[in-house]
């Protein structure tokens, strides 16, 4: 009935190519079988069974019927109520049929010890022959039970891989969001999932953070991210072997994709240091990973169990005077100097943002002056006008200022008059000399 020889071979290819394990071929086939004896030679709600014998090629088919008592059925004679949604699952009855049901005194004749919702086997005649559309039903339940069975395989593949880096090649770029193909699915990098200003082409090599397997009618697709912060986590996971050993563990991430980010490790052996681990040596642990984030600045400080000194480090290349902690409100005053300030608080206060994230706490950055005094307001706008204006002319009025404009002018007025005299004279004294050497020559 079968040729076995072609039946391992394709076994074989879909195990191999696709991950799918012979059994569940196996079951597809025989889910078939049943389904096309069912549509040729069977009878209405019957529960059609086919076992295969991938070493001989036969085939049996059983008629399968449940154990039932005539308390928790409708017979043909009664009249069904209507749904009610107050009583269970379990305690409900159903409408009988001979060809899917048996009662229990019948069943225990033909199988002693039969119980309630058990199966009752019957065999049937084996038959090989099949009408075209019982066939090509036969075709369509393998299709669909191959690729439930490929898509269970690929979620349980890459359920695995969640919550690391993957890696696949540029399919295509449809509205900003760039299709990768991963091999057995297709992976998603969205638009905002992506590092700001970086682009990928067609056939491309890209490497993503997997964020989620989503299953969905079309198939199985992977959410993948540049812009997460375990992305940048994970970068560092795979560049630096003391954390796989477990010497070295990172905290905490903050991260702004493609600008900058904040990175806090700490070391679990005192004899090594943990921002010159994830550093490496001469900085190629980390240039690795910043030419892989298209030169996205990092910064690698030490996490500290005392939030003070945890707040006072994040805010680095920035020297800090003072620490203030208000514990209720999980909040931070930090003190810094004038030439400090606006290291701090960072370009559009990214500086600050970052550290904010992470430590989690609320940080504000003051300004103090020698005597450690904090500064007010008035005195701070006060300096921000003077950056402004240049130092001698600070204490002018406008009008002052034009006027010393127009004093300048006049300085500079006749020296300008001087200038054109003496070009006059060069040129006059250039023509009596051009006269003389033409005088010369008519002699």
């Given amino acids: 009935m079968f040729d076995l020889k072609v039946i391992q071979t394709v076994l074989t290819q879909l195990e191999e190519e696709r991950g799918i394990p012979k059994e569940k071929v196996i079951e597809a086939i025989e889910a078939a079988l049943a389904t096309a004896y069912k549509k040729e030679y069977g009878k209405r709600g019957q529960i059609v069974r086919a076992e295969f014998n991938t070493e001989t090629g036969e085939v049996d088919f059983t008629q399968v019927k449940i154990v039932v008592s005539p308390e928790n059925v409708y017979l043909e004679e009664d009249e069904v109520p209507e749904y009610d949604d107050s009583v269970p699952e379990e305690d409900r009855k159903i409408r009988y049929n001979e060809e899917q049901h048996i009662f229990l005194n019948e069943a225990q004749i033909i199988k002693k010890g039969s119980e309630l919702g058990e199966e009752v086997i019957f065999p049937l005649e084996v038959r090989d022959d099949y009408g075209r559309i019982a066939a090509q039903t036969a075709k369509q339940v393998i299709i669909q039970k191959i690729r439930e069975a490929e898509k269970i395989s690929v979620l349980e593949e890459y359920g695995e891989q969640e919550s690391s880096i993957v890696s696949g090649t540029v399919e295509r770029v449809e509205r900003g969001t760039i299709f990768v193909d991963m091999g057995r699915a297709i992976g998603m990098l969205p638009y905002n999932e992506q590092i700001p200003r970086e682009n990928f082409r067609q056939g491309e090599r890209v490497r993503a953070f997997l964020v989620s397997v989503d299953e969905t009618p079309k198939g199985v697709f992977l959410k993948l991210s540049r812009s997460h912060p375990l992305f940048l ?16 563990e990172i905290k905490a991430v903050a991260r702004e994709a493609g600008a900058r980010s904040k990175i806090a490790v700490y070391s679990h052996d005192d004899h090594v240091d943990p921002v010159g681990a994830l550093v490496g040596q001469q900085g190629v642990r980390v240039q690795t990973v910043m030419s892989e984030l298209h030169g996205e600045k990092i910064d690698i ?19 800090i005077i003072e620490v203030v902690m208000n514990e209720e409100e999980r909040s931070a005053r930090v003190a810094v100097t004038e030439d400090q300030q606006s290291l701090a608080i960072g370009k559009g206060g990214q500086n600050a943002r970052l550290s904010a994230k992470l430590t989690g706490w609320k940080i504000d950055i003051f300004q103090v002056d ?17 950056r402004f204006i240049p130092e001698e002319k600070a204490t002018d009025s406008v009008d002052e200022i034009l006027e010393e404009d127009e004093k300048t002018e006049e300085v500079e007025a006749p020296e300008e008059k001087n200038k054109e005299v003496e070009d006059d004279k060069v ?11 033409e005088e ?4």
């Fill in 233 to 248: 986590k994970e970068l560092f996971v795979q560049e630096v072997p003391e954390i796989n050993a477990g010497t070295v």
């Fill in 370 to 386: 020698m005597d450690g005094n904090e500064v007010s307001r008035e005195e701070l706008d006060r300096q921000k006008e003077a």
């Fill in 427 to 437: 040129e006059e004294e250039k023509e009596v000399e051009d006269d003389k050497v």
């Fill in 440 to 443: 010369e020559k008519e002699a």
């Fill in 301 to 319: 400080v030490e996490w500290s169990e005392d939030p003070e000194e945890f707040i006072e480090d994040s805010l680095s290349p920035a020297k």
